[in-house]
């Protein structure tokens, strides 16, 4: 399974203003070129897009609609703030 990280300071960085308000209505191919920019190795490291590609090279296109959900929730948990353990 390819890990991807996302975090509110990176998706700020990479993602441009009018797709972040209009990001649920991506394509497919839109929101993958945005999701290789998230993914990171072992030790949490991003990878390059480059690399990234190379690793989606090898997962079967039936799991895309798999990996995106999991894209656009990461994306909806780094705008979430974390709960304060206040109970």
Known sequence: MIKIRVSLERFEEIVS???S?????LSNKEAYDYMVQFVVDDQGA???TLDARKLFKKIPRK????YIVSF???VGNAFVNPP???A
Do not use: Q, R, T, V
Not at 63 to 66: A, H, K, P, V
């Open 84 to 86: 304060s353990g206040a």
């Open 46 to 48: 991003y990878l390059s």
């Open 72 to 74: 656009l929730k990461a």
């Open 21 to 25: 308000m209009n990001f649920l209505e």
């Open 63 to 66: 799991e895309l609609g798999d």
């Open 17 to 19: 203003i009018d797709d």
